[in-house]
DNA sequence: ATTTAGCACTCGAGGACAGTGACTGCTATT
DNA sequence: AATAGCAGTCACTGTCCTCGAGTGCTAAAT
């Protein structure tokens, strides 16, 4: 355990540091009004918060610089926040508008973040592969082209064009509709389809070979949703840009791609999923040298209770968790408010 | 008009900038095996370029640079074509795999463009203002909340959530389907509301209170649809990163900025609208500060021989025109023969 | 009358160098 | 234990200088 004198210097220093970006030396410190010791003895503080492994030096005349081990200690002990006001608490449920469908309403949530905090936000999306079918309706677009509409259990909407080899007539669709709505509702896509599978098999045999063309279509459609969906949502990249951390496009380039399609991320956000509540990854916590000096401030929401999924704020280590904290638990809490059945 | 001696060397400069970056100096010139003159007599000739406009010395003992207007001569005049392969024609009808709607495929089309090219790609979508309904369906997700599925004559589906302010009966829902059906089809979104609000004024009359309040909703509902579109897809955007031309992280972030909601593209595009064929518009022609050295080569997508919207790839003004304009080309071509009603 | 060779000149890039200032760690003193 | 003092380190900055690429101009050559 640290002493209060360490502790204070180590918050003062992280305080400096996070808004000026510069390398902060013994005399700034020891100037500071609540400091009342000499450079000399903040030096040898220094020193001892160096060997710790809290600081760093990036070279000898220079001041000190937290380590990722420094950030970690700061976001767990000694973090103060700085709580949001009801105004702002408003104006996000204004943003966040109720009459959206879930994915919509998300991506929205992804703008918010990435807006109000000037970097960039990630949204994991919650895992299809749950959702259960709630209704599953055709409509008839021409003898040969049929809409098949797809409503999920979490509200979500989905519709697919099937395209037919051979005509079909509107009671045949009927019986399609009803067979299905009354088979498939409650199960998930992938057990949808596995019954679907097992009809297949049977009406095969029975030579209803109009039928069988529909139903091997609509398979072939709840497949291809099954796969198509990306689990994360990515907003406000290009605001990286403005951070001195990611001057170099080189590095800068790596990160996108990273941010792209990228399973670190997935893996913290697992992580997140498990133990619930607030999440600080700190830049080799990411597992991947391409977030280096970057920090993920993360944090699951929920639905009637039940997590669903993640959401967070990418940004440089070097951002002001004392404010992004708050916003993005407050976000989350906001969100899962706002979510229902 | 210019002297076959001097279109020639002002080619070669451009070829040699376009690859290299580097101001071309009167010396590389004369070497080159085309060119048996002097590095005496090329200097007097890119001295009369220079004062003709076409080129530009970015200081006394650097070479010469084409500007915009430079670019725009060699673009009209001097370009020669490296056509892509049929192999490479094949890919892309490959990548833009037909069962998608139209959206989708116009998304697609973005991404693939991005790819090929390295660069930024920009789609501008067919105004929905002029695409008409095909049909208009309803489904009772519970007494109080209904989904509209609307089907367009671009094949565009597209589905609302309804909350009702009251119940309402599957056959009353079923009524007013039919009535949409009857009455709204072949209208455009705008017009159909217009209708809408006819009826609701007569129904309003009549005190059928429960159709009215889904009416009043549906109203709300298309008029939503109306206005939510975004006229431009970007896809790419942070390929540009790559380019030293965009190294100033200030520069490139008003780039994406402009990128982002700006008119000023949109102007470019309606141009393209009006005579139809490929465009390139080169830096200063774009009309904005901030797509100084971009250029943008463009060319406009049809449906059955209508003219929908315009695609096209923004990046460097120092690209490699020979292979953009013709890749950029063959995917509007592709594209179009995709699109069918 | 072109074309070319030659020459003086310009200017940016890059290296060497010294001075400055912001630090540090250590030691001796309070 | 805290501090003052001091020597040492090192990035940063500005100056000076050289180098080289490239220019424009003029006079000679074709």
Redesign the interface.
């Known amino acids: 355990m640290l002493s209060d004198r360490y502790q204070m210097l180590f918050k003062n220093l992280m305080g400096l540091y996070l808004s000026d970006g510069k390398p902060v030396g013994s005399s700034t410190l020891s100037k500071l009004p609540e400091v009342s010791l000499s450079s000399a003895t903040v030096r040898n503080v220094l020193a001892d918060l160096e060997q710790m492994g809290l600081l760093h030096s990036p070279h000898t005349s220079a001041g000190r610089v937290p380590t990722d081990l420094g950030y970690r200690f700061f976001v767990d002990s000694l973090l103060t926040f700085q709580l949001p006001t009801l105004g702002h608490e408003h104006a996000i449920r204004q943003q966040l508008s109720t ?1 959206l ?1 879930q994915d919509r309403l998300l991506q929205e949530t992804a703008k918010l973040l990435s807006g109000m905090t000037g970097m960039a936000s990630v949204v994991m999306l919650p895992s299809k592969a749950q959702e259960t079918l ?2 599953v ?1 055709f ?1 008839m ?1 021409s003898p040969k082209r049929v ?1 098949m ?1 797809l ?1 999920f259990s979490d ?1 979500d ?1 989905q ?1 697919r ?1 099937v ?1 037919l080899e051979q005509s079909i007539s509107a009671d045949q669709l009927h019986a399609l509709a009803n067979f299905l709505n009354a088979e498939c509702l409650g199960l998930s896509l992938r057990h949808a389809r596995a019954k679907l599978m097992a009809t297949l098999a049977r009406v095969e045999q029975e030579h209803q070979t109009a039928e069988l063309a529909l139903l091997q279509s609509a398979d072939a459609l709840l497949s291809q949703q099954a796969s198509e969906r990306r689990p994360l949502m990515v907003a406000g ?2 605001k990286l ?2 951070y001195e951390e990611f ?1 170099d ?1 080189q590095k ?2 790596q990160l ?1 791609h990273a941010l792209q399609d990228e399973q670190a991320l997935l893996e913290l956000f697992d992580k997140t999923l498990q133990a619930p509540g607030l999440k600080v990854f700190i830049g080799s916590e990411f597992g991947d040298d391409v977030y280096q000096s970057c920090s993920l401030v993360a944090r699951p929401y929920t639905m009637e209770g039940e997590v669903l999924g993640v959401l967070g704020v990418i940004g440089p280590s070097r951002m002001n968790y004392q404010k992004v904290v708050p916003q993005v638990d407050l976000t989350g809490k906001i969100l899962s408010s706002l979510l229902k059945k």
Chains 1, 2 share one sequence.
């Open positions: 009459d469908n709630q209704q309706d409509l677009l809409l509409v409503v509200q909407v519709n064009v395209e990249k290009t840009i403005d001057a496009s800068l380039r996108y």
